[in-house]
């Protein structure tokens, strides 16, 4: 049986008032995500669990054709109504498909490329939807994978720092969850050679990006907010140029890649 929420929404996930360090985070990821995809007019573009549509309505507004496919008839509903809201005139609204990422209602090789951010970890079989990426993709289009990394530096600086707490001052757990574990609605935990290795079957991976470090760690957010604009800004800068030469210790991971050719022995 299938254990997933048909009616999620995000109002769980949707920060509310962020902080500079996540507002960075958030921008930056979409960012190299959109930008992977080369997502120029008129190009054919499936945003695979588009949620509630924020990215294929971007892509849609610098003039590709989108297509987004979300299993969740709330999140459908919400792309409609922003898409409605956030296109300017002689923009090709997307088309919103109710489809689950290792089942995608599509031919092979329809899309110009396919990208999927920040939803792997909520797939039961995000192997399987890697498959389907590669398969509805052109050969020579490109496959794009963004995702947290639970490895990240300060996943494990926060985790040191814990243990000390717990094992060495013998000082109870801290409250709510720990920002290295992750949360109840994930069924993956990702770091960069799980992504690598479930991606490699089905991709010919040609670069893996680094965005951003020290996201959560502690005291970071409320140090980001008390220091000026100008000095925090350079600071995130400065992390990500470091992210991306070590997506190792990066906040999040994108695997930008292209369907392997012996695709036939990905299918699910
Ligand atoms: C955290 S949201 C990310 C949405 C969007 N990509 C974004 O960046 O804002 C995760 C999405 O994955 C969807 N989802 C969960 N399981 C899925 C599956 N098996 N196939 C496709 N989408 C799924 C959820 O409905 C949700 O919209």
Redesign the pocket.
Do not use: I, Y
């Given at each position: 049986m299938r254990v997933?929420?048909?009616d999620?929404d995000?109002s769980d996930?949707i920060p509310t008032g962020m902080s500079p360090d996540s507002e960075f985070l958030f921008a930056r990821m979409?960012e190299a995500t959109l930008h992977a995809t080369c997502a120029d007019p008129g190009r054919l573009v499936l945003?695979?669990?588009?949620?509630?549509g924020?990215?294929s309505i971007s892509l849609a507004r610098g003039g590709a054709r989108v297509i987004g496919?979300?299993?969740?008839e709330r999140?459908t509903a919400m792309a409609q109504l922003l898409g409605g809201e956030d296109l300017e005139q002689g923009d090709l609204a997307p088309d919103w498909v109710r489809?689950?990422?290792?089942a995608l209602p599509f031919e092979d090789a329809s899309f110009d490329a396919t990208f999927?951010?920040?939803?792997m970890d909520?797939?039961?079989?995000p192997e399987a939807?890697i498959a389907e990426m590669a398969r509805v993709t052109k050969r020579d289009g490109r496959v794009v994978l963004a995702i947290a990394n639970f490895d990240s530096l300060a996943c494990r600086v926060t985790r040191a720092i814990d243990e000390f707490r717990e094992d060495w001052l013998g000082w109870g757990p801290m409250r709510g969850r720990r920002g290295y574990d992750t949360p109840s609605d994930h069924f993956t935990r990702y770091e960069l050679d799980l992504m690598k290795e479930q991606a490699a079957r089905y991709v010919e991976i040609e670069r893996v990006q680094g965005v951003s470090i020290g996201w959560g760690l502690p005291g970071w957010a409320t140090l980001a907010c008390l220091l000026p604009r100008p000095l925090v800004d350079p600071i995130l800068r400065g992390l990500d140029a470091l992210a991306r030469q070590f997506p190792t210790l990066a906040d999040v991971i994108v695997v930008v890649g292209r369907p392997r050719l012996d695709r036939s022995t990905s299918s699910p």
């Open positions: 997933v929420d048909l999620r995000m996930v979409t945003d695979v669990a588009s949620g509630f924020q990215d496919a979300e299993p969740s999140m489809g689950w990422a290792d999927c951010k920040g939803a909520h797939f039961d079989d939807a």
